[in-house]
């Protein structure tokens, strides 16, 4: 017995919806941050805060569809949204390729101006502040070439032990291409075997990188110089979801 096929969505090209719906404020869905990490192979820490970078840029240019239930808003041949039908929420992303493959965006390195890039997650509506600069393209081009993945709770301590900073919207852009100019040096140091490793970077931080199967290793947290009080991730290693973590206290000497 064949199962019959479901009827292919038909799409309709459109004008823009007036008023456009805002980036800054419009509901995000929790799937489409997994979307966006899975499609270009990086950390769900800059999926997150991509999203409204990117909404907001391609928005005013984008191609509208629509369909009996949807709204689709595509840019280029990359990237493409979908909405609800009352345009209340983002709910799905498509991309036509990964972006390390993508023929559009040139090769970027980690010396992105950083001091006015403003990348909020996508949870947290609110206008950017005056001047402030949206680099999601170099960003998604810089996580998707890295040889590691970067999870949050190691974006936050690099912050703290590395540069003084706390992560945030403001920071973030300075925090993870600082760690991305030394993520290659880092990886290089490791001997390729499995497991959780501690390798030093060339300021003496110590980061923590785990493999996790045939996906990228994970750089987990970065903890000072050997003989400086700092506060250590301890992950559980049962039924844990990545970039979950506990804080414990304690001295390493």
């Given at each position: ?28 869905g929790e799937r489409v941050v997994h979307r966006i990490a899975g499609a ?91 001047g402030a600069t949206r680099p999601w393209r170099p960003l998604l081009r ?36 600082d760690m991305a100019a030394k993520a290659p040096t880092v990886y290089s ?65």
């Amino acid at each position: 017995m064949t199962t019959p096929h479901r009827p292919a969505k038909i799409w309709h090209s459109i004008g823009a919806p007036q008023p456009l719906p805002s980036a800054c404020s419009v509901r995000i869905g929790e799937r489409v941050v997994h979307r966006i990490a899975g499609a270009h192979g990086i950390e769900l820490a800059v999926a997150s805060v991509l999203i409204r970078p990117m909404l907001r840029e391609i928005l005013p240019s984008g191609v509208w569809e629509r369909s009996a239930r949807q709204y689709r808003l595509s840019h280029s041949t990359c990237h493409a949204f979908y909405w609800t039908r009352n345009l209340s929420q983002v709910s799905y992303y498509e991309a036509a390729h990964p972006d390390s493959q993508c023929p559009l965006t040139q090769p970027t390195s980690a010396t992105c101006a950083t001091s006015t890039a403003w990348l909020p997650h996508y949870l947290d509506a609110g206008t950017p502040p005056p001047g402030a600069t949206r680099p999601w393209r170099p960003l998604l081009r810089s996580a998707s070439d890295l040889p590691v993945t970067i999870i949050k709770p190691a974006l936050q301590y690099y912050a703290r032990h590395g540069l003084g900073l706390e992560l945030n919207a403001a920071t973030f852009a300075t925090v993870y291409y600082d760690m991305a100019a030394k993520a290659p040096t880092v990886y290089s140091r490791w001997n390729g075997q499995p497991g959780e490793h501690l390798l030093a970077d060339s300021d003496a931080l110590i980061w923590q990188l785990a493999t996790r199967g045939p996906r990228k290793p994970v750089i987990t947290g970065v903890l000072p110089p050997r003989g400086h009080a700092a506060d250590v991730l301890i992950r559980h290693r049962t039924g844990q979801r990545p970039g979950r973590a506990t804080r414990a206290h304690r001295r390493r000497s």
